[in-house]
Nanobody, 122 residues
Framework: QVQLVESGGGLVQAGGSLRLSCAAS????????MAWFRQAPGKQREFVAG????????YYAGSLKGRATISRGNAKNTVYLQMNSLKPEDTAVYHC???????????????WGQGTQVTVSS
């Protein structure tokens, strides 16, 4: 069983930056693809970015492409999401996920964190 704990969310003004972190523990957490999803109030959860476990391949959704960078720590059991030029429409709960494969759908991932709130004010 893999546990995921997110941190780094908060309130930021439009145009600002935030760095989210997700710490994975348990199982073989360093051998999983990891991803970030987000869910805004009244909307479906959507894929933001993902990274493979072995070769660092990254994949971004259109919504934050060019404004976000996903990366893994040296031990591979921590994943980061650096977000720049934030917009009010980026306001959401951001969830970390882990799974055997890299993909952009909920079903790809087996483990989920509780999420961290990101609020962007205009």
């Amino acid at each position: 069983q893999v546990q995921l704990v997110e941190s780094g969310g908060g309130l930021v003004q439009a145009g600002g930056s935030l760095r989210l972190s997700c710490a994975a523990s348990g199982g073989t957490s360093s051998s999983y693809a990891m991803a970030w999803f987000r869910q805004a109030p009244g909307k479906q959860r959507e894929f933001v970015a993902g990274i493979s476990w072995n070769d660092g391949v990254t994949y971004y959704a259109g919504s934050l492409k060019g404004r976000a960078t996903i990366s893994r720590g040296n031990a591979k059991n921590t994943v980061y999401l650096q977000m720049n030029s934030l917009k009010p429409e980026d306001t959401a709960v951001y969830h970390c996920a882990a799974g055997a494969f890299l993909g952009d759908t909920d079903e790809t991932y087996d483990y989920w964190g509780q999420g961290t709130q990101v609020t962007v004010s205009s």
